[in-house]
């Protein structure tokens, strides 16, 4: 059972660019947020048909009435990197060339399997959420809509799980716990707000629900964006291992 990851996926390319991925994941969907946010404060705030929040209109609601060819581009650009960001930060950890845990506990490996299966149900479901509106396919958008949630959130949980040994065991390589922390914080920062938003939302707090999505959807950008610390701090240099008298070295 040792070695499931890296039996799967070897290194038959460069990893030498792959904090490419979170640092454009964490970019597209910042700058998807954003210009919808920008369009719709520029016309005056409208209300659109159909729009279930009278205060704070839903993402999706603006995305089917104002700029839907931005919504997609962005959706697609973010499915994709994030895909990609889900592989990568798995990836070092089992690389030879990396962080070199080939022979880590086999419930890990499997995890970060479950991680990059859950992470491809998400960025297809987000890819065909931008594409059936809530305006036109109300349904079908819900449904897709459930499915990018689910698999953002069990994405999430097991990156989260199988990089636990780093938050809370000895500190092994050196930089990489600071990460593994603030990554940490933002996902509990997520499941809070995200918790709060549905509890608000169904007891009809509509204006603070609106805003919570707002603040949801943008702490994920953050939270994409924080995998590039994962991966990028150890560009370029041989890794150290705290607390180690005589350093070995860990990359070939």
């Known amino acids: 059972m040792a070695r499931i990851w890296y039996r799967t996926f070897q290194d038959f390319f460069s990893i030498r660019r792959l904090w490419l991925f979170p640092l454009l994941a964490g970019f597209s969907w910042f700058m998807t947020l954003t210009i919808l946010l920008l369009r719709w404060l520029a016309i005056g705030r409208p209300q659109y048909p159909r729009q279930v929040n009278p205060y704070v209109p839903f993402i999706s609601d603006i995305a089917a009435h104002q700029f839907k060819p931005v919504f997609i581009i962005g959706c697609a650009a973010t499915g994709v990197t994030f895909f990609g960001t889900v592989f990568a930060v798995h990836h070092v950890r089992y690389s030879p ?89 933002l996902v509990l920062c997520q499941f809070g707000c995200g918790l709060a938003f549905v509890i608000l939302m169904y007891d009809g707090y509509y204006k603070s629900s609106g805003i919570l999505e707002w603040c949801l959807t943008y702490l994920g950008s953050f939270w994409l964006a924080s995998f590039v610390g994962f991966i990028m701090f150890r560009e370029g240099y041989v890794p150290r291992v705290e607390n180690e008298v005589e350093r070995q070295p860990l990359l070939g």
């Open 97 to 185: 060339k990396f962080y070199g845990l080939t022979d880590d506990a086999p419930w890990r490996q499997t995890t970060s399997l479950i991680a990059l299966v859950a992470g491809l149900a998400a960025a297809v479901s987000l890819v065909f959420l931008s594409i059936f509106d809530t305006d036109d396919a109300h349904v079908r958008h819900r449904h897709l809509l459930m499915g990018t949630f689910g698999g953002l959130f069990v994405s999430a949980i097991t990156t989260t799980a199988v990089w636990w040994d780093q938050v809370w065991g000895p500190a092994v390589f050196s930089g990489l716990r600071k990460w593994c922390i603030f990554n940490t914080f």
